[in-house]
């Protein structure tokens, strides 16, 4: 075979190659998936060190961290372009918890990682004087009242 033949016949093995990587590409689709106001909520008061389980002390003049984790299992290989944020604004009694995101969800003939990652944020309160507060976070309503001690106040995945 001489040197024409044996670039010839590589030229074509190229380009079946590129072809057949095309042609799995195209067949990968991606889908933008949005959130909003729903997830596991957390409060716990800034200071606190301790396990999401543990005994929560809430003073007056403090402020709240507020922890959302979007409760779907999502793979570090098929969805991608992971972001969440959040926002506290408080309106006399209430304590409303704005949270969103979104994600880009790769499916197909792709193979996806089972490593189920959490997707969460982080947002904080004002200081907040001694009252009784509704905490509003899309349809969920947790009472709390500054001061308290209050022990299980996270909902799972914590």
Sequence with gaps: MNSLQRFSRILSLVVIVLSLGLHTSACVRQSEVFFEDIGALCPTPTNHTGPYDATMVFEAGETITFTVAYEECLSS????????????????TQIMVHSQGSYTERDGHVSCTEDCGLLETECTSEPLPAGDYIIVHGEDHIPLTIPSSVQGLCDAPW
């Design 77 to 92: 290989s098929c969805d991608i372009n992971r972001e969440m944020s959040c926002e506290v604004v408080t309106d006399g």
